[in-house]
Each structure stands twice: as C-alpha cells, then as structure tokens.
C-alpha cells in the first residue's frame, strides 16, 4: 500500500458525459501528480499540481481539468467523454520540498470505461 | 523531449531462474532520476527501485538490482531468484530536476514460469 488512494475505483459512462477522479496523496506529500495509461498511448503525463497550485502540464486534453484542494487532495474533471478517453487514471504523489527529486508513489488507478 | 525505450517486449523464464530486463534513455540533463516500476495484474504501480544519476553504486533492493551504464545511456533490472510474484509488466522511467513528470517506456511484460 503506497498511501495514496483514488476513488472511484470503477467507472463506467457514456459517451458526452462528465466524471469526477479524487486522489488523496500521502500523508505531508504537496505535490499531486496525475497520468493516464490506455493501450494505444502507454502512460501518459496529465497535469501536476503543488501545494494547491499548477507546477506543470503535459499532454493533457482541455476538456480535462483538475485541481488541488486545501487538504492537498486532487480531482481531475473529464468532460463531453468520448470513446478514446477510455482508461486507467493514475494519481501519483511526492513530498516536492525542492532542491530534489522525489520519487512518485502511485495511487491503486481508476479505471474509466466510457461507452 | 526525454525518451525512455524498452526493446522487449515480453519474457519469460523459469521460477528461480535470473533476468534481466533492459532499458536505454535519452537525455541531455545531468541531474536526473531512472525508475523500474512493476505493474501486476492488479494494475497498481508499485515501486521496484531508484538510481539516482550522480551515484556510481549501482542501487539495490533485496533480489532486484540494477546495472547503470552513464555513458551508454543504459538502466537494466536484474531480478534474482525470481518468484512466480514477478509476473507483471515492468516499466522503466526517468525524471529530470526541475522537470518533474515522470517518462516510462513502453513496458517489458515478463511471465515466471513454475
């Protein structure tokens, strides 16, 4: 168990619809990281967050969206789903205190199937 | 951009047995992190082992160890006495200082067989 938990861990929706991912990051970690692994892409980096602000972003759609609430915990928004956003979500988290790298700890994954 | 390429695909050997997985990256930083994450059938990403760039030691994590060639560019996983709890896909990766995402390779998929 890595400490980092996601809900849901199941979901399943139809196409043109909106979802809601959480992520809780390890206790005292600031940064939230969020990727997403499909068959045709392998994993991908979405978007991070630090301490409640975007540090940075990667290949992430603009129907997606996300943010880090004052508790540190994270959701990314996905909306007018379609087809190819079918995946898995992964929520990653890192202490970030700056001036080195940290390794990422990765949440159990939501599974999104959006038919 | 950082590439991280796994050229096996799939393997496979006998319970006990060693493997080595392989892994080459590209990069023009010097201060930078390789990663093997290990990806059962539960889908959860689970740590296996970190190498940081500036360390010559090769890192070490119980049967699992790694073979880090600087100037080659080159990360291998080697796993010792392997258990039939290795069956997953092994993803190798890389993070940069001030570039925090990490970049995976394409996944090494490798079977124990009892």
């Known amino acids: 168990d890595s400490g980092v938990t996601q809900t849901p861990k199941h979901l399943i929706t139809a196409t043109g619809q909106r979802v809601t991912l959480r992520c809780s990051p390890r206790s005292g970690d600031l940064s939230v990281y969020w990727y997403q692994q499909s068959l045709d892409q392998g994993l991908q980096f979405l978007i991070q967050y630090y301490n409640g602000e975007e540090r940075a972003k990667g290949n992430i759609l603009e129907r997606f969206s996300a943010q880090q609430f004052p508790d540190l915990h994270s959701e990314l928004n996905l909306s007018s789903l379609e087809l190819g956003d079918s995946a898995l979500y992964f929520c990653?988290?890192?202490?970030?205190?700056?001036?080195?790298?940290?390794?990422?700890?990765f949440g159990p994954g939501t599974r999104l199937t959006v038919l | 951009a950082q590439t991280v390429t796994q050229s096996q695909p799939e393997m496979s050997v006998q319970e006990a047995e060693t493997v080595t997985l392989s892994c080459t990256y590209d990069t023009s930083e010097s201060n930078y992190y390789l990663f093997w994450y290990k990806q059962p059938p539960s889908r959860q990403m689970i740590l296996v082992i970190r190498q940081e760039a500036y360390k010559q030691q090769n890192a070490t994590e119980n049967r699992f160890s790694v073979n880090f060639q600087k100037a080659a560019k080159s990360f291998s996983l080697k796993i010792s006495d392997s258990q039939l709890g290795d069956t997953a896909m092994y993803f190798c990766a890389s993070l940069y200082f001030g570039n925090e995402k990490l970049t995976f390779g394409t996944g090494t998929r490798l079977t124990i067989i009892p």
């Open positions: 990653a988290s890192s202490v970030d205190i700056g001036g080195a790298i940290d390794t990422q700890y």
